[in-house]
């Protein structure tokens, strides 16, 4: 079992930068497929990208891509969403979600271990 958690959420301004931080306890993370997911009121959870544990391939949804960037670092065991030019609607809260030797997953149903979520909010 591997346990998540989130950091870096907060208020930014729109056309401002986050990076959100993924990182887990006890279990490498490199052995994970990891996904970022948003929420927001209202709204269903939505994938926002994801990252294969074996070759690093990655996944951006047509919202973010060009803006965000999904990047792991196997020495911290995090995995990290840069969020560049960021936009109201970019508002949510947001997940990282894990699956033990996953690749390009963009089903919340695929994903089996989930972080408490962090707040994002871009003001206009």
């Known amino acids: 079992q591997v346990q998540l958690v989130e950091s870096g959420g907060g208020l930014v301004q729109a056309g401002g930068s986050l990076r959100l931080s993924c990182a887990a306890s006890?279990?490498?993370?490199?052995?994970?497929?990891v996904g970022w997911f948003r929420q927001a009121p209202g709204k269903e959870r939505e994938v926002v990208a994801a990252?294969?544990?074996?070759?690093?391939?990655?996944y951006y949804s047509d919202s973010v891509k060009g803006r965000f960037t999904i990047s792991r670092d196997n020495a911290k065991n995090t995995v990290y969403l840069q969020m560049n030019s960021l936009k109201p609607e970019d508002t949510a809260v947001y997940y990282c979600?894990?699956?033990?030797?996953?690749?390009?997953?963009?089903?919340?149903?695929?994903?089996?271990?989930w972080g408490q979520g962090t707040q994002v909010t871009v003001s206009s």
């Open positions: 979600a894990a699956k033990f030797l996953g690749r390009l997953l963009r089903e919340a149903s695929d994903y089996g271990y």
């Open positions: 006890e279990r490498t993370l490199s052995a994970y497929a």
């Open positions: 990252i294969s544990w074996a070759d690093t391939s990655t």
